[in-house]
């Protein structure tokens, strides 16, 4: 019998004609896919089609082929159910992968579209007026009270609750990639980002490392079911706090990050003994329901004196009624992370199978909480996956005040999405631990490909804002009646509170 | 079938259609807030007029500024609103009412009867105009609640009659309240505006403050109910212009208990003067810096509490800013507020002479209305021009506050909430 009887994915093609025969694919490759005998030879099995040595290669001479092998056509069973039949045959195990769900659900927002003003109100022109992004993230008051300051001005009656919220000048933030799942350099360029961009980056569920500390204030610190880092100094190290419930990418299960990536670095950011795995329990065993969440936000907020405190879910059936409980537990923001969210490990079938779309996620907290009165309360982040300005723009009509980008930040820094973030080989550096990839990351470099990105998304969405011929984004924010459906059913529709283009 | 009220009619107005007027022939009474249920486009031609010393002019003075601003309208609306102009019953609740026929009467007076005391009750005075056709019946009221029914409500006379008109601009169908305010009026409908001004004889009224409004409306068939002022209780607002934002806007509004029913932005710009005014207690001057936002590139530069404040008002009501191009005029029974958006994509020219404070669309109604203005400028864009009249409270709102009750009951439906608020009694 041979080994497995699953064949190689993608096919490893080498113009020998062209080739260097320099190794440098041999270095690259984080795989192992190439051995040298006088010329590089790969093995088409251990290839993740991450292009790392396509993009390195000084010759250009390689090729990565999809193996398009012939199956009998099946549309029930599609090649992929049946290697991974195939694969658990031999393994008896679940199945892994990383980023995220990769199936052909409907795509909402790529059947959305935005308004645009013609005649009846002008288009403003972002290259020549104002056009203003500037977002303050968490709670606001009902009303705004005020008192002459007896020389005909005003001031505030009731202290600056604004001042409590965090100013962002852009509604674009990094999602919580744990210290551990990615390297370090990684989570140095983006905080060096944040930092420039006026935004935050956030820790995820592995504590800051100590280098990072000077840009506490753009740093949202989180603490999750596992506690890892957890420690007043962490908590008081970020500008906000996210209890982290659930993942998008992995709704209702936990974590486990091996021991291999706990090297010494890791494990003292983490408080862990070196080499141990760390494994986030499914469920924060001291939250069972939400009066419980209730106590956690008022601790963290008591142990920090009253910075903000969010709390992150995964967009699951109900989450309109959980959101609403998470505002009135006292959070100042919902982070809703919808079913595409990346992951650096997750089950395949969790992934693939669990929670609901962003777009849908968005549209009804929104509109439960102004239901009830309380969207003022908290402000509502939106992540998994957003993948470009055109998605951020119908995020913020569908009623998100902020976007959190993990996967397409990633990207930015080479990220090619090749899912095998939890084998902790990562050519590219990103999802590893191995020194000799992990510095293929130079922070510096890596923070202005992350600053690039985002004021390319921020000159977008200010493109599109003066198409719609508003100058600022508080006016798209929640704007429904600027957006229409294309090729929607109706019921969708209604969830969304988007009408049908034409009407 | 009542003949009656049609008979009263007779005299002022061209003799309706049965088939309209009674819904006798299978006619379909429209229920006015379904009739625009979407999005009016439209640009506009406005002015406002106000004697800070509280002399009275005759509406003729708004005729003649609107007459020289035809062209910035198209004939399918025109209106006026006109304070001081009920000197014979300064204290009673003016109710100027639009019916498409009987039974839309009928029902209303019902609702007035029932919950009001109603001491004068007529047909508007209007004379016949060419180019002013398929009125509906106008009426006016002049009452106040029911002492014994407000008093089971625990409401102020305010919040009553903000209900009522909540009630009948909801529920009741071919029914629909032009104004409801003490000592003041609206008169509007569709036609171009000195054809409207000369229809309600307007000439006729004198009054310390009047605002109007010329409407080019680009997408709907004209209906009187949907021309400018729109009005609450004293206040009337006439608006030039599309706001931008108004999907937000009227989601914001929903939040807190309003029902945007026309599809208007001038509504959405009443409900929010409203809601900073009056139920959140803001100055006029900050409410008009929420409603046409300094940017904060400017914000960032002013002393510290004052930027406080300014980015107090711009986080908690950035939903609520109006963005987009328009000028607002809004009248009060005290004086006027006029407001151009944040970055001047709508005309607005003010002018003073002594105690006359006047704006408009165009200068040329300056200058066909004042003979020799001290000043004449252009506002800069989000910058208000306030005129008041001396020795008026301001602002006139009265008691008028809704109740924690109807608050919550308004966040899981007004229309609801307005019915059993009324029935209460």
Not at chain 2, 191 to 196: L, S, T, Y
């Amino acid at each position: 019998m041979p080994i497995s009887l699953i064949q190689p994915e993608y096919k490893v093609e080498i113009d020998y004609d062209k080739c260097h025969k320099c190794g440098r694919c041999v270095q690259q490759c984080g795989w192992g896919v190439y051995s040298f005998n006088e010329r590089p030879i790969p093995d088409d099995s251990k290839c993740r089609a991450c292009h790392r040595c396509v993009t390195y290669c000084p010759a250009h001479c390689i090729t990565i082929r999809k193996n398009d092998l012939a199956y009998k056509e099946n549309e029930h069973w599609n090649p992929g159910l049946r290697k991974a039949v195939w694969r658990q045959a031999e393994s008896g195990g679940v199945m892994l992968t990383g980023m995220g769900n990769d199936k052909p659900y409907r795509n909402i927002f790529d059947h959305l579209v935005l308004d645009a003003c013609q005649v009846t109100n002008p288009s403003i022109d972002p290259l020549r007026e104002p056009m203003e992004l500037r977002t303050y993230l968490g709670r606001k008051p009902d009303s705004v009270e005020v008192e002459s300051d007896g020389n005909g001005g005003y001031r505030l009656a009731e202290g600056d609750d604004i001042a409590r919220n965090i100013q962002l000048e852009t509604p674009i933030i990094f999602s919580p990639m744990s210290y551990g799942s990615v390297s370090l350099n990684v989570h140095r360029s983006l905080a060096m980002a944040a930092q420039r961009l006026g935004t935050l980056m956030n820790t995820g569920e592995g504590g800051l490392h100590a280098d990072l500390y000077p840009y506490a204030d753009n740093v949202i610190v989180q603490v999750a079911s596992g506690r890892f880092g957890v420690n007043p100094d962490y908590l008081n190290r970020g500008a906000a706090m996210e209890i982290k419930i659930g993942q998008g990418a992995k709704p209702g299960i936990g974590g486990h990050l091996p021991g291999e990536k706990i090297n010494r670095e890791v494990s003292e950011t983490r408080m862990i003994p070196q080499g141990t795995d760390a494994i986030s329990p499914a469920p924060h065993h001291d939250i069972y329901s939400i009066e419980d969440l209730r106590q956690l936000i008022y601790s963290l907020k008591e142990a920090t004196g009253y910075k903000p405190v969010g709390v992150k879910i995964a967009a699951v059936h109900n989450v309109a009624a959980i959101a609403s409980g998470i505002v009135r537990a006292g959070a100042d923001y919902v982070y809703l992370d919808g079913f595409r969210g990346g992951t650096g490990a997750a089950p395949q079938i969790i992934r693939d199978h669990i929670g609901i779309p962003i777009e849908v996620a968005i549209a009804v907290v929104d509109q439960r909480l102004r239901d009830e009165g309380i969207r003022n309360q908290a402000s509502i982040i939106a992540a998994g996956s957003i993948r470009s300005s055109a998605d951020l723009a119908k995020a913020i009509a569908l009623g998100a005040d902020v976007c959190a980008i993990g996967s397409a930040a990633l990207m930015a820094l080479g990220c090619h999405l090749c899912q095998g973030c939890h084998t902790g080989s990562c050519s590219w550096g990103i999802t590893t631990q191995k020194p000799e990839l992990t510095r293929r990351i130079d922070p510096e470099w890596g923070a202005e490909r992350l600053v690039n990105l985002v004021h390319a998304w921020s000159h977008e969405l200010q493109e599109i804002l003066g198409a719609l011929g508003v100058n600022a984004v508080e006016s798209l924010r929640g704007s429904r009646e600027r957006l229409r459906a294309v090729g929607l059913d109706q019921q969708t529709c209604e969830i969304l509170g988007v009408k049908p283009a034409g009407l | 079938m009542s003949y009656e009220p049609l008979l009263e009619r007779m005299p002022t107005t061209k003799l309706p259609t049965f088939a309209d007027r009674e819904g006798v022939f299978g006619a379909e009474r429209p229920r006015y807030a379904e009739e625009a249920t979407f999005k009016i486009h439209g640009g506009c031609g406005l002015m406002g007029i106000c004697d800070e010393s509280g002399t009275h002019m005759s509406g003729e003075v708004a005729i003649r500024a609107m007459a020289v601003q035809r062209d910035r309208g198209n004939g399918l609306g025109g209106g006026y609103a006109g304070y001081g102009i009920y000197p014979e019953f300064p204290d009673h609740f003016c109710f100027h009412m639009m019916y498409h026929d009987i039974k839309a009467k009928e029902d209303a007076e019902a609702i007035f009867d029932r919950y009001f005391v109603v001491d004068l009750a007529e047909p508007m005075p209007t004379r016949a105009v060419k180019g002013i056709s398929d009125a509906p019946l106008l009426w006016r009221y002049f009452l106040n609640p029911d002492p014994h029914k407000l008093e089971g409500t625990e409401m102020s006379p305010e919040d009553f009659i903000v209900h009522t008109v909540m009630l009948i601009n909801s529920s009741v169908d071919g029914a629909f309240v032009a104004s409801s305010g003490k000592n003041m009026g609206a008169f509007k409908g569709v036609g171009f505006p000195e054809e409207i001004g000369h229809y309600y004889l307007l000439e006729e009224y004198e009054g310390h403050t009047w605002v109007a409004h010329n409407r080019f409306p680009t997408n709907t068939p004209g209906w009187w109910g949907g021309a400018h002022p729109f009005t609450l209780l004293d206040w009337a607002i006439v608006h030039n212009g599309e706001i931008s934002s108004y999907g937000i806007n009227s989601r914001y509004l929903e939040a807190f208990g309003y029902k945007c029913t026309l599809g208007t932005d001038t509504e959405v710009a009443a409900y929010l003067f409203d809601l900073m005014l009056r139920r959140h207690k803001l100055p006029l001057e900050l409410a008009c810096k929420a409603l046409a936002s300094p940017l904060w590139s400017e914000i960032d530069r002013m002393p510290a509490e004052e930027q406080a404040v300014m980015r107090s008002l711009r986080a908690v009501y950035g939903p609520g800013m109006l963005n987009g191009p328009f000028a607002i005029v809004l009248g009060f029974n005290g004086g006027m507020v006029a407001l151009n958006d944040r970055i001047k994509l709508r005309p607005l020219v003010a002018a003073t002479q002594g105690t006359t404070v006047m704006v408009a669309s165009e200068e040329s109604a300056m200058r066909e209305v004042l003979d020799a203005p001290d000043r004449v400028w252009m506002p800069n864009a989000g910058e208000p021009v306030i005129a008041r009249v001396q020795g008026m409270d301001w602002p006139i709102h009265g008691d008028l506050h809704l109740s924690a009750s109807e608050v919550s009951c308004a966040m899981t439906g007004v229309e609801e909430s307005c019915e059993t608020a009324v029935e209460v009694s």
